[in-house]
């Protein structure tokens, strides 16, 4: 009998550690990044002043997203991210998002972003309160590259996204850069 249920469980694990995920027709893949992100099964405990307290991780459900230009300069360019709380409760981020790039039509053009420098934190987000991060790359002279239209973005430890409309510039053989996110809406970069 153990043993019945042994292997009844094995194809149950094997289905909840991964596998293929598919969208349906016409829906943006959710936006990953190149290193897997880490593992996301409950709620962190924020240490506020002298207390604890269990802190519910933001969802993209939860948040607004928008964009604004961050740095750029001798084919450098960034865009800054901002996540806003739009719930009533406090939530935290952790880590790097996720990201991938749609053309007009819809089309991915990418969907994959590189991890950059910086170390993740735990960000607590009270309601209406902002965290965000930079995105960056290089624009290659003489490159056939495409312009995105819009982005996916999903929140760190999320599987949830929020598309919006932005210009980033991806070019073959060019990574797009991802800081971790940081508390403000002046990005990680």
Not at 99 to 119: H, I, K, N, P
Not at 144 to 158: H, I, R
Request: with cysteine; glycine share 12%; proline share 9%.
């Amino acid at each position: 009998m153990r043993r019945a249920a042994f292997l009844l469980a094995i194809p149950l694990l094997a289905a909840a550690c991964g596998g293929t995920k598919t969208s349906a027709p016409g829906t943006p893949p959710a936006a990953t990044t190149t290193a897997p992100p880490p593992a996301a099964t409950t709620a962190p405990i924020v240490t506020q002043g002298s207390t604890q307290q269990v802190i519910a991780r933001c969802s993209a459900g939860g948040l607004t997203v928008s964009a604004k230009d961050g740095a750029s300069g001798m084919g450098h360019r960034s865009t800054i991210y901002v996540l806003t709380n739009a719930t009533d409760a406090p939530c935290s981020l952790d880590g790097f998002p996720g990201m991938a790039f749609l053309d007009a039509s819809g089309t991915v053009l990418r969907d994959t972003v590189a991890r950059g420098d910086g170390t993740p934190a735990a960000v607590v987000l009270q309601p209406g309160d902002a965290a965000s991060y930079s995105l960056d790359w290089t624009e290659a002279n003489g490159a056939t590259c495409a312009t995105s239209t819009k982005v996916v973005v999903t929140p760190p430890n999320d599987t949830n996204h929020a598309e919006l409309l932005s210009q980033v510039v991806v070019c073959p053989g060019r990574p797009l850069t991802v800081s971790p996110v940081v508390a403000g809406d002046s990005g990680g970069g």
